[in-house]
């Protein structure tokens, strides 16, 4: 899809969004959440592309949540907090990238998974100054020094998130286009190849591990404003497992697929669970399984597919 298709279709699917949480109120935080979840997959796509997938990403998205929730108490803006929360997220990708940077493929997804069940245990046992699995309740933040309240909150926070949604879609569209998005590409195939042209390797997939924290910092952010409550479930192993299950639903090769993969499995999920409680995990795992088998470039693959075929026709 080219680049103008896929702006338009960017903007149809922001509408759509914003038509479907103003005809069903309800449907205001599964969509917050969604986009949320779809930035912190942007994340993942970038890993994706250098043939590495972190299990353990959720980290970054607690880091972020329980960020908002230690200052939210001394400082309640809304749009200051977010970008604290994101650096803050960033800095420990940073931190930790410098270490993983070392390890490829199952090692480093390996790596990953397990440096985010220690933070989850450390957030689970240090009851003291986390709660431990109760969680800390966060105070109502105000946008530009305004309460909110009921559904003026909930469009104030899923404006923030689409409008993240839209700027960080374009910002990984360019950054994939910029030479140091096309070199995560050799990291898959031979990174040896980098390395003899003066690239290093280690420091392209660096600049992509940070940038997927901030990603997935400002996503751990959205959701924390959103439920306003922030449990070590946020950094669980299942956690960071349900974004790379999404990137695949979307299309791993897409920035628009991690939006529509988020928004499908959220909703998915949502209409299983109130009506198959049971069997709902079932029903992912068979959606996901069926994409695997019969559509291996996504939702977004599909679509892709169909429009071709009509331009053919």
Not at 145 to 173: M, P, Q
Not at 194 to 209: C, D, K, Q, S
Not at 256 to 269: I, M, N, P
Request: positive net charge.
């Amino acid at each position: 899809m080219n680049a103008r298709l896929e702006i338009l279709a960017g903007i149809l699917g922001a509408a759509v969004l914003v038509l479907l949480a103003y005809a069903a109120p309800w449907l205001r935080f599964v969509l917050t959440i969604a986009l949320a979840k779809g930035i912190m997959v942007l994340g993942i796509l970038l890993l994706l592309r250098a043939g590495q997938v972190s299990f353990g990403h959720a980290m970054y998205v607690a880091i972020a949540a329980y960020s908002v929730a230690f200052i939210a108490p001394h400082m309640r803006e809304a749009l200051l907090l977010l970008p604290l929360a994101a650096v803050i997220s960033a800095a420990a990708g940073l931190l930790i990238g410098l270490f993983v940077m070392r390890y490829r493929e199952i090692f480093f997804g390996m790596l990953n998974l397990a440096l985010s069940m220690v933070f989850y245990s450390l957030l689970e046992k240090l009851y003291t100054v986390t709660h431990g699995t109760d969680g800390i309740r966060l105070p109502v933040p105000t946008f530009l020094g305004r309460e909110l309240a009921g559904a003026s909150y909930e469009w104030a926070v899923f404006a923030l998130a689409l409008v993240l949604a839209a700027c960080f879609a374009v910002v990984v569209r360019i950054y994939l286009a910029a030479p140091l998005g096309q070199a995560l590409a050799g990291i898959k195939t031979r990174e040896a190849r980098l390395e003899f042209m003066g690239v290093p390797g280690r420091f392209v997939l660096l600049a992509a591990y940070v940038l997927s924290a901030l990603m997935a910092g400002c996503g751990g952010t959205i959701i924390a404003l959103t439920s306003r409550h922030v449990t070590p479930a946020l950094a669980y192993w299942t956690a960071s497992g349900e974004l790379v299950f999404i990137a695949i639903l979307g299309g791993a090769g897409s920035v628009l697929g991690a939006f529509l993969g988020a928004v499908v499995y959220e909703l998915t999920r949502v209409y299983a669970a109130a009506n198959l409680a049971d069997a709902w995990q079932l029903i992912l795992g068979s959606v996901l399984l069926l994409v695997i088998l019969f559509a291996p470039g996504g939702l977004f693959g599909i679509a892709q597919g169909l429009l071709r075929r009509r331009k053919a026709a």
